[in-house]
């Protein structure tokens, strides 16, 4: 469920989309044009898994700051993982306030985003 390499990252930013909110900007890109040979693409029916990748800079904080950041987006992905549509490459990038920022908050605004990605295309 993760995008791992940087071609996978580049091809998201280059024929994909974006959607922000105050709190995070959301880059994705469809998986059907992905044949479905590709390892990481053999779901087990007709909808592809989504995959995503979480970006933090390193202007965000030190590596502790930025471990907590991308263990919370990935707590709020696994919690809500029935509501976020299937068959896309999402990547998250989140900004400097996520840091700070009650949970509750970030899992609302997040998912609301990633809901938007269905409705979007």
């Known amino acids: 469920m993760r995008l791992l390499k940087r071609v996978e990252y580049e091809a998201v930013y280059g024929a994909g989309q974006r959607r922000s909110s105050p709190q995070f900007a959301v880059f994705f890109r469809s998986q059907l044009g992905i044949p479905r040979e590709v390892p990481w693409n053999k779901a087990a029916g ?5 995959r995503f990748g979480i970006s933090v800079k390193k202007a965000l904080g030190g590596a502790v ?5 991308r263990r919370r987006i990935r707590e709020i992905l696994r919690r809500n993982r029935t509501e976020i549509p299937t068959g896309w490459d999402i990547v998250i990038h989140p900004r400097r306030s996520v840091a700070e920022a009650p949970f509750a908050p970030l899992e609302t605004e997040l998912v609301r985003l990633l809901r938007g990605i269905k409705q979007k295309t």
């Open 46 to 50: 007709p909808d592809r898994i989504s």
């Open 65 to 69: 700051v930025r471990n907590r950041i």
